[in-house]
């Protein structure tokens, strides 16, 4: 009867394998399929009906592994920054110092042949360059190995928010063979890194032969000083295996992700092993985003099958040990479990969620790993599928409705607040900044270490004001030795459209210094005060200051030189700064009467005074003030 067994199961098995192979040989043999009649491509439909727009979702398209072709590359590897007109809205005016597509890289639009090689050619060139952004416009990029982002570099798409079209805009098609691990696949990256706006799909992955595969985002493991500050922002995932990870053994610092939407087939996120505040916010873990997925280069779920395997085997997101960081605007559903708190190798989570809302779950938030010294607070939100608390660390509930009952290891180890009304308390999440108008000046400046760029600089931005726009600086050291004024609707704006700090070990080569860097020697000894003119003032209204970081090389805690003038003054309203940092000054950033003020992704150590902001309606979020800077 035994032997009987055996050799069913061992049939069941091989037929599985060969059905698999079968698939996997269909969809990689790009030739073979474009030789099949239209008679032989069936596919099945689905149609839509939403607001009364009719959109058609096709299941089985043949799709051509491109696999074993690259185009040539005639590139210089030399950067141009350059204005881009981007096909959806933007937060910010989006300027590029290399667009591989029009820099002759070897990275194809169309997704027939291999882009790897052109897009990490173009990353590197980025980085050598002084650091920068790396745009790949709206198009199907076809990659088959890791892609690796260094220290100072973002790459940049043009995105379409899932939630408003299904034409994505920068798809990344990850033609790689399956590997089941916790690591790096499609993209890896540095600290002080950005990786923005792109959609990432499998082509190779079906529900009929689920491949594993690593994490699509992945933070590379190391010194945790090259790992301070990733920010990954405005992606979508169709259908991953894994999401975004971290390490579970190798420390990182500040991890910022923002605006995530995805479906998944193991874990969306992975959120370990991070010292310092760090902010994950604005994710959806969804299945229609593989359901309703309508490019040409993709193929749509089973809705019915999908929705049964997630309940079963997918969660959501996995957080182990993250140092105070702030979880806002999650929504997961459909899944095994929501959230889940796991053990950490230095603490465990200590932290807090807002505006939770698991849905469809079968264990909503499970609470595995919790340090027993701080708890976390979980406030207005709505959960499905129930509270477990495994831990010896407090959960407060403020203004949390659970449906699926509350259980505790500990007797009053979750404790529910019913007094708590935050339903006043309403965050808008996406209210940025005023951006200024798509003109671009581009300031060459001196960058020996020793010529003073300041009129330099100024004359640039005087011939900005009149149009408004944005004053560019590209990646440099420069030298400044008298202020700076900007004007209402200008942005000064250096290398880095992501947070950045300094990192003295940036990557294994010892090279340190990309970015955009200003080194202050204006009203940094002790003839000056607070109240004196600013290094730079923004003067106008909507004015700003993105991407540069300020440093005092002068003043030092060793020879006991702290005094300086504000890095930073706003005399009007709107005014921002943002993914800037400022080092060795005495004071920081001053608003005090800043309508509207903005200030984001900012990294400071001021020996006084980090910040003084007033006025009505400003936001101060994602910064850090910390002497590690």
């Given at each position: 009867m035994k032997?009987?067994?055996?050799?069913?199961?061992?049939?069941?098995?091989?037929?599985?394998?060969?059905a698999c192979g079968n698939k996997l040989e269909t969809?990689?043999?790009?030739?073979?399929?474009?030789?099949?009649?239209?008679?032989?491509?069936?596919?099945?439909?689905?149609?839509?009906?939403?607001?009364?727009?009719?959109?058609?979702?096709?299941?089985?398209?043949?799709?051509?592994?491109?696999?074993?072709?690259?185009l040539k590359s005639t590139a210089t590897g030399i950067s141009k920054p350059q204005l881009v007109?981007?096909?959806?809205?933007?937060?910010?005016?989006?300027?590029?110092?290399?667009?591989?597509?029009?820099?002759?890289?070897?990275?194809?639009?169309?997704?027939?042949?291999?882009?790897?090689?052109?897009?990490?050619?173009?990353?590197?060139?980025?980085?050598n360059a002084g650091g920068g952004t790396v745009y790949l416009p709206a198009g199907n990029y076809a990659i088959s190995s890791t892609i690796h982002v260094p220290p100072y570099v973002s790459l940049r798409g043009d995105w379409q928010d899932p939630d408003k079209g299904t034409e994505y805009g920068t798809i990344i098609s990850v033609w790689m063979e399956g590997e089941d691990y916790e690591g790096a696949g499609a993209f890896e990256i540095s600290g002080c890194s950005g990786i923005v706006g792109l959609t990432i799909y499998y082509p190779m992955q079906t529900l009929d032969c689920i491949i594993p595969y690593p994490y699509a985002i992945f933070v590379e493991e190391g010194d945790v000083i090259s790992k301070m500050l990733i920010t990954v922002k405005n992606i979508t995932i169709i259908n991953g295996y894994r999401g975004i990870g971290t390490s579970k053994t190798t420390n990182h610092e500040s991890i910022h992700v923002d605006n995530v939407k995805g479906t998944f087939l193991k874990c969306g996120f992975l959120l370990t092993n991070a010292s310092d505040a760090g902010t994950v916010s604005r994710i959806i873990v969804n299945n229609k985003y593989w359901k309703e997925a309508a490019a040409d280069c993709m193929n749509a779920v089973d809705p019915d099958m999908i929705d049964a395997y997630t309940k079963k085997y997918v969660t959501g997101m996995q957080i182990g040990d993250l140092e105070w960081q702030t979880i806002n605007n999650i929504a997961v559903d459909g899944c095994a479990i929501g959230i889940q708190t796991i053990s950490g190798v230095r603490i465990y989570f200590c932290g807090t969620f807002y505006d939770l809302n698991i849905t469809n779950c079968e264990q909503g938030l499970l609470f595995d790993g919790l340090d027993y010294r701080w708890g976390c607070c979980v406030a207005n939100s709505y959960i499905e599928g129930g509270l477990i608390n495994n831990t010896e660390g407090r959960v407060k509930?403020?203004?949390?409705?659970?449906?699926?009952?509350?259980?505790?290891?500990?007797?009053?180890?979750?404790?529910?607040?019913?007094?708590?009304?935050?339903?006043?308390?309403?965050?808008?999440?996406?209210?940025?900044?005023?951006?200024?108008?798509?003109?671009?000046?581009?300031?060459?400046?001196?960058?020996?270490?020793?010529?003073?760029?300041?009129?330099?600089?100024?004359?640039?931005?005087?011939?900005?004001?009149?149009?408004?726009?944005?004053?560019?600086?590209?990646?440099?050291?420069?030298?400044f030795r008298s202020p700076i004024r900007v004007p209402a609707g200008v942005e000064l704006r250096g290398a880095t459209s992501v947070p950045t700090r300094e990192v003295l070990r940036a990557t294994s080569d010892g090279k340190a210094g990309q970015g955009t860097i200003f080194y202050c020697y204006y009203g940094d000894d002790n003839s000056y005060n607070k109240d004196d003119q600013a290094f730079i003032t923004l003067a106008g209204k909507n004015s700003g200051l993105n991407g540069i970081r300020i440093i005092?090389?002068?003043?030092?805690?060793?020879?006991?030189?702290?005094?300086?003038?504000?890095?930073?003054?706003?005399?009007?309203?709107?005014?921002?700064?943002?993914?800037?940092?400022?080092?060795?000054?005495?004071?920081?950033?001053?608003?005090?009467?800043?309508?509207?003020?903005?200030?984001?992704?900012?990294?400071?150590?001021?020996?006084?005074?980090?910040?003084?902001?007033?006025?009505?309606?400003?936001?101060?979020?994602?910064?850090?003030?910390?002497?590690?800077?």
């Open positions: 032997k009987w067994i055996i050799c069913l199961l061992t049939c069941v098995m091989l037929c599985s394998l060969v969809e990689t043999h790009g030739n073979q399929q474009e030789q099949q009649t239209e008679q032989e491509q069936q596919t099945e439909k689905e149609t839509e009906n939403e607001n009364g727009n009719e959109t058609e979702i096709v299941q089985n398209k043949k799709l051509v592994d491109p696999r074993g072709k690259t007109n981007t096909k959806y809205e933007t937060e910010d005016v989006v300027v590029a110092d290399f667009v591989p597509t029009k820099m002759g890289y070897a990275v194809d639009p169309t997704g027939k042949t291999d882009s790897t090689a052109g897009i990490q050619k173009a990353l590197y060139d980025c980085y509930l403020c203004d949390v409705e659970i449906v699926g009952g509350i259980k505790e290891l500990k007797k009053n180890y979750v404790i529910v607040d019913e007094k708590s009304d935050l339903s006043q308390y309403k965050i808008n999440y996406d209210k940025p900044y005023v951006k200024p108008a798509s003109n671009l000046w581009i300031a060459e400046l001196p960058n020996d270490l020793e010529t003073d760029a300041s009129a330099a600089l100024q004359t640039v931005i005087n011939k900005a004001e009149k149009k408004g726009g944005v004053v560019y600086v590209p990646g440099g050291i420069y030298c005092y090389p002068e003043n030092s805690s060793l020879t006991g030189e702290y005094m300086s003038t504000y890095a930073v003054r706003g005399t009007a309203s709107g005014v921002y700064v943002v993914n800037s940092m400022i080092m060795a000054s005495a004071y920081g950033v001053d608003f005090k009467d800043c309508d509207n003020h903005y200030v984001s992704g900012v990294t400071t150590c001021c020996y006084y005074n980090g910040y003084r902001l007033g006025g009505k309606n400003g936001r101060l979020l994602n910064c850090l003030h910390n002497p590690s800077v």
